[in-house]
């Protein structure tokens, strides 16, 4: 009898044990024929999507600090509010006073220039379109001592010319001519620039009209070079097409009124109605030309404000952009020496200290087997990206030297095991030059996986021994 149930026991245990090894193959198997994971719904999209923006709210931001320490440059800026960013991902290399408020003047007919850009690319409106100019934008009818480009009575005048208007010669009546032609009014049209402050979040940035002349209008430069960074972003033609236009002349005989021919004016006792004289104007910014990559922004001058200047330059693939406010100045020379001086300054220092460099990572997400769970493969994701990474001048003779140590690394665990929590770290990617490391990117769980059954433990125990045994 004793003898019968040994024989019974072992039976038993060598049917749990043969069922056990075929559970196993049946999940090896499985787990052979699983290589990628199953897609994300909705929902969980939404979900890593908010706890990514939760947990890493600064890597998110158009401007950030630069992913390690560098020293405290020792520049001599002379404006008494300054910022200097990266244009490619947005960090920041230079701040002086950034946050300080500060009548933006003329800087605000950027926020123009993106309201009307924003317009044609929808194609509401179109560079090469005549516009009507009402008595609000003729040049006569502008404050004593406006920038102008000269519009007038019965003129003829295209779109793509009010924004050459506006950005080289900082014209006035042009920012009227562009607010009355998008809006109707020039309170509407400010109503649509302060929307666009809102919608990036620039809660220190607000307009009460559009041509920078009020000393009402209000901005940061870090603000100020957060806006130009994404108009520069969405509108990179711009540059080309208008802000690194040397000169302007306007009115030509193209855009006079029918039977008005061009003639000599004296404009000693005031702007008349009809101008009729080409007027040639030089671009306000003073460093294009002059300084190395130099292809924008715009500057900007009441007395309330000082002497300002959004300045951007490209070398190579490398794009930098300035925002200097509250320059010095008793009067125009001095306060463009200032703009000069300080951008020059700037910028100089930036392109010898730092060089953008691509960051080509494999395409995610990364697959990583994940035993004792409710799925078989996990997606890890980066927890944040930027297709750039500016990269200090830190080794090497020269930078291009610099540029060739950059090293990227991707480190995956072996296997992920048993629950696994949604936007949790599970591996890393590291960009370093040398032993010099610049950023450490968190490779994310993509979704939350349960843990599996008692019998899935034992199976997969023995899975990743073999799993591992065969890497």
Known sequence: MKSKKIRVSLAAAALIVFSFVVYTGVRAAAFKKTQNASPLSAEESFELTQFLLSKYPSEYQILKKLPYNISEPSLDVWAKSAILVDVSNGSILYQKNADEIIPPASMTKLFAMYVVEEEIASGRFSYDQQIPLPPESWACNMPPHSSLMFLGKGQRVTMEELLLGLSICSGNDAAYALAY????????????MNLVAESLGLVHTHFVESSGYSELNQTTAREMAEFATIYLRRHPNSLRRFHSVLSFTYPQSKNLAPGDKPASQDFSQGLPEKITMPITQENTN??????????????????????????????????????????????????????????????????????????????????VRSFNSSQKMLSLVP?????????????????????????????????????????????????????YLLQEIPLVADRSLKKSSVLCTASDFILSRIFMLNK
């Open 286 to 367: 003073p460093l294009l030309g002059k300084l190395e990559g130099c292809d924008g922004l715009k500057t900007g001058y009441i007395d309330e404000s000082g002497y300002n200047l959004s300045l951007t330059a490209v070398r190579g693939e490398t794009r930098f952009l300035s925002v200097t406010m509250g320059g010095p100045g008793t009067n125009a020379r001095e306060g463009q020496a200032g703009r000069v001086h300080d951008g020059t300054e700037l910028m100089e220092w930036a392109f010898a200290h730092f060089a953008d460099s691509s960051l080509e990572v494999k395409v995610h997400p990364y697959l």
């Open 383 to 435: 927890a944040y990206t930027s297709r750039t990474i500016t990269v200090p001048y830190v080794t090497g003779s020269t930078m291009a030297e610099n540029l060739d140590s950059l090293r990227i690394e991707v480190h995956l665990p072996d296997y992920c095991w048993g629950k696994v929590e949604q936007g949790q770290p599970y591996g890393k990617i590291t960009i370093s030059i040398n032993d």
């Open 181 to 192: 032609t998008v809006c109707g009014t020039m309170e509407a049209f400010v109503e649509r």
